[in-house]
């Protein structure tokens, strides 16, 4: 018990200061849109204490990832989120991947590392392995980079506009992708992927797909997930009768996309 605890400390008494601070997320708090109560910092000491084996699973990837140089990248207690939508799927929030996938996790990191926080600033991991039967469930691609535990996918934790975010890492990325085998993908809001894999591109808004194109090739299509939903258009005003009214309904504009990344 005294070893569990003292691994709780190492992996858990830093993770407040390696987030975004306690003030922002009421201003700016991206990752709120994906992670529920479970997901979080509490949720993860609840399921790091559930199950004795976890302390010595998390050492382990945490020491592999500092024996190749990228550990405290990214928080570990973040990389070892699953899918969003764990509880939907009857899943664990957390999971230790398989250690003969870990190699992709240390490529993907120095990526990050290299190219993606120098792009857009600290960034919050809301979902990176998914074992393969939680990946059908989420809606992952059939060949989802998440199942090797090459993919994380992300949401910047410094305010920016979504146009801002994509300029910036696409620039990183036609300079420097292909030298990672970096995919870099973009879902709805502020989430976007990033992987080991291959070097391509997807899921490109309009307004920055002339200057940052998707390349994207058939082959990759059962890799890369679902495409971006398409924006929903205004719903029109009601058609106002000749005839004199005492009052008219305000018209309410269509809503905004809420659709959720796989």
Not at 16 to 32: F, G, K, S
Not at 206 to 216: D, F, K, S, T, Y
């Amino acid at each position: 018990m005294r070893t569990i605890g003292i691994a709780l400390l190492f992996f858990g008494a830093p993770l407040a200061a390696q987030t975004a601070p306690a003030a922002q997320p009421a201003v700016w708090n991206p990752a709120a849109q994906y992670i529920s109560a479970g997901q979080d910092e509490p949720g993860y000491r609840q399921w790091y204490l559930a199950d004795p084996s976890r302390a010595a699973q998390v050492r382990a990837f945490n020491d592999y990832l500092a024996s190749g140089q990228v550990a405290g990248v990214l928080p570990t207690w973040q990389l070892l989120r699953t899918a969003s939508s764990w509880k939907d799927c009857g899943s664990q929030p957390f999971e230790v991947p398989p250690s003969e996938e870990w190699p992709h996790m240390v490529q993907t990191l120095r990526y990050v590392r290299d190219y993606v926080i120098p792009a857009v600033g600290p960034v919050e991991p809301v979902s990176a392995y998914r074992n393969p039967t939680l990946n059908v469930c989420a809606g992952g691609a059939p060949e989802s980079a998440h199942k090797l535990d090459s993919a994380i996918d992300m949401v910047p934790l410094h305010p920016m506009t979504r146009e801002a975010m994509m300029r910036s890492l696409c620039g990183n990325h036609s300079e420097h992708g292909a030298a990672y085998s970096a995919g870099l993908g973009f879902y709805a809001f502020m989430r976007f992927h990033v992987d080991s894999m291959k070097f391509r591109r997807w899921n490109m808004d309009p307004a920055v797909a002339a200057e940052c194109p998707p390349i994207i090739h058939p082959e990759d299509v059962a890799s890369v997930g679902q495409p971006l939903p398409a924006p929903t258009a205004p719903a029109p005003l009601p058609a106002i009768s000749a005839a004199p009214v005492a009052t008219l309904p305000n018209a309410a504009p269509g809503g905004a996309n809420n659709g959720q990344p796989h």
